[in-house]
C-alpha cells in the first residue's frame, strides 16, 4: 500500500481538507476519498518515507525487476498491466514506490523511457536511454533482458574489487586496534613501574608513544573532534572536481592497483558501449551516455574529446588512439569492428576480455597487498614489543649491574 496526501473539498459545507490516505494508485486513493463524501482536488504521493528509501534499492532488485517485466512483455502483455504485476512481486518497498509512480504516468500518456528518467536515482542514464532505443524499435523485452545483463556484469565486476580492497582495509582496522589497546592500556603500566625508580630512563620509542597513550586518554575528545572532520572534510572534498580527480588519477596511475583500475574502465567502456549499441543508440549518443558512467573524470574527459572528433568525422577507433586513458587493445580491437562491421561483437569481446583481466588483477593485488601488510604488521609488532620490553631489560640490567 501506498501513502497518499490529497487536498479535498466537502460538497456540504464547502470547506477544503487535507489528509493522507493509503491506497495501491492514484486512482484508488480518488476512490477512497469519494467514499468518505469528498471531491479531491489534488492527489500526491506521499514520498516522505518513499524517497528516503531510494538508497535501499540495490542492483538485483533492478535486474530483477527487468527480467520480471521483460518476461511479461514477451508473453503478450501490455506494459501497464505488466508493471503492476511486478510491482505487486516486489518485496522492496522502495522500488514499488518508484513501479507505482511509473504506472501513473504511463497511464497519463508518458512514455516508459520518459517516466523513469524521473527517478535518476534508481534509474541511471544508460538504462533510460537503452529504453528510450528499445520503445523506439519495437524490442522493449530484449532492450530490457540486455540492461540486466550488462547490470549483473557490472555489479559482480565491482563486487569482486570491492572485495579485493576490503580485505587489507578490515586487516588493517584490527591492527590499529591492536596497538591502541597497547598504547594505552599497556604502556601506562610500564610507565608506573618505572615512575617509582629513581634514576631510571624510559627508552625513546616509550617515551615517544607515551605521549600518544597520554593526549589519547586525557584529550580523547580532541581525537574525536578530529576523526569527525577529517572524515566530514574528507567526503566533502573527495566530492568535489579536484578531490575527484586526484582519486581517480590514483586508481589510474598509483601503485600496486592501476593495472586493476584501468582494466575495470575498459570492461565498464566495452559493456555499456556494447549493450547500446545492441539497442541501436547512435554512435554519438553511446559515447555521451558511456562518458556519464564511467565514474572517472580524467576517462570521461577523454570520451568528451572523442565525441567531438567523431562529430567531425573521425571514426571511433581514431579518436581514442594514442589516448593515454585507453589500454592499447582498445581501440585495434575497434578498428577491426568498425572495418568488419561487427563493432557490437568487438566491444563485447573487449568486454569479456578485460573482465577476465580484472579477475586475474584481483588475485594479483591480493598476492601484493598481503606481505605488504605482514610488513606493516611486523614494524607495528616490534614496535610495541621494544616499547614494552627495552624498559624492562633496562630494568633487569639496572638490577644485575647494581648487584
Known amino acids: 500500500m501506498l501513502t497518499f496526501a490529497y487536498e479535498a473539498r466537502n460538497p456540504a459545507t464547502g470547506e477544503k481538507v487535507k489528509a493522507k490516505v493509503q491506497a495501491d494508485s492514484e486512482q484508488g486513493a480518488a476512490k ?83 517516466s523513469l528518467e524521473k ?87 616509550t617515551v615517544m608513544l607515551l605521549a600518544v597513550s597520554h593526549f589519547i586518554t586525557k584529550r580523547w575528545w580532541i581525537v574525536l573532534i578530529l576523526l569527525g572532520l577529517s572524515g566530514f572534510f574528507g567526503s566533502r572534498w573527495a566530492k568535489t572536481l579536484g578531490g575527484r580527480s586526484i582519486i581517480d588519477t590514483f586508481k589510474m596511475r598509483g601503485w600496486p592497483i592501476s593495472s586493476l583500475f584501468m582494466k575495470l ?50 571514426s571511433l577507433s581514431e579518436s581514442i588512439e594514442g589516448d593515454r586513458n585507453f589500454l592499447e587493445l582498445v581501440p585495434n580491437m575497434i578498428r577491426i569492428g568498425e572495418q568488419s562491421g561487427a563493432l557490437e561483437t568487438m566491444l563485447a569481446k573487449v568486454a569479456d576480455y578485460y573482465e577476465k583481466e580484472v579477475d586475474n588483477e584481483i588475485k594479483t593485488v591480493s598476492t601484493i597487498i598481503e606481505p605488504v601488510m605482514m610488513v606493516l604488521m611486523g614494524i607495528m609488532a616490534i614496535t610495541i614489543v621494544a616499547a614494552i620490553l627495552l624498559p624492562i631489560y633496562g630494568l633487569v640490567n639496572q638490577a644485575g649491574f647494581g648487584g
Open 32 to 114: 477512497v476519498i469519494r467514499d468518505q463524501n469528498l471531491t479531491p482536488i489534488t492527489i500526491t504521493l506521499d514520498k516522505a518515507g518513499g524517497s528516503k528509501r531510494f538508497s535501499r534499492i540495490k542492483t538485483k532488485d533492478k535486474v530483477l525487476f527487468s527480467r520480471q517485466l521483460s518476461t511479461l512483455i514477451d508473453a503478450g502483455l501490455p506494459l501497464v498491466q505488466s508493471l503492476r504485476s511486478v510491482a505487486g512481486q516486489t518485496t522492496n518497498k522502495a522500488l514499488k514506490v518508484v513501479i507505482n509512480e511509473i504506472i501513473t504516468d504511463v497511464e497519463s500518456g508518458v512514455s516508459f523511457s520518459k
Open 119 to 205: 527517478h535518476p536515482k534508481v534509474f541511471n542514464r544508460v538504462f533510460v536511454s537503452l529504453i528510450e532505443a528499445s520503445e523506439a524499435s519495437g524490442t522493449l523485452d530484449t532492450g530490457l533482458v540486455r540492461l540486466a545483463d550488462q547490470q549483473e556484469k557490472d555489479a559482480d565486476i565491482i563486487s569482486k574489487v570491492r572485495g579485493a580492497m576490503i580485505y587489507p582495509l578490515i586487516v588493517l582496522l584490527v591492527m590499529l586496534c591492536v596497538v591502541g589497546f597497547m598504547v594505552v592500556k599497556v604502556l601506562p603500566q610500564v610507565e608506573n613501574i618505572y615512575s617509582g625508580i629513581k634514576g631510571a630512563h624510559l627508552p625513546f620509542v
Open 265 to 314: 574502465y575498459m570492461a565498464r567502456f566495452a559493456r555499456t558501449g556494447t549493450t547500446l549499441v545492441a539497442s541501436g543508440v547512435p554512435l554519438i549518443h553511446m559515447l555521451e551516455i558511456t562518458s556519464s558512467a564511467i565514474d572517472n573524470v580524467h576517462i570521461s574527459k577523454s570520451l568528451d574529446g572523442a565525441t567531438e572528433k567523431v562529430k567531425g568525422g573521425k
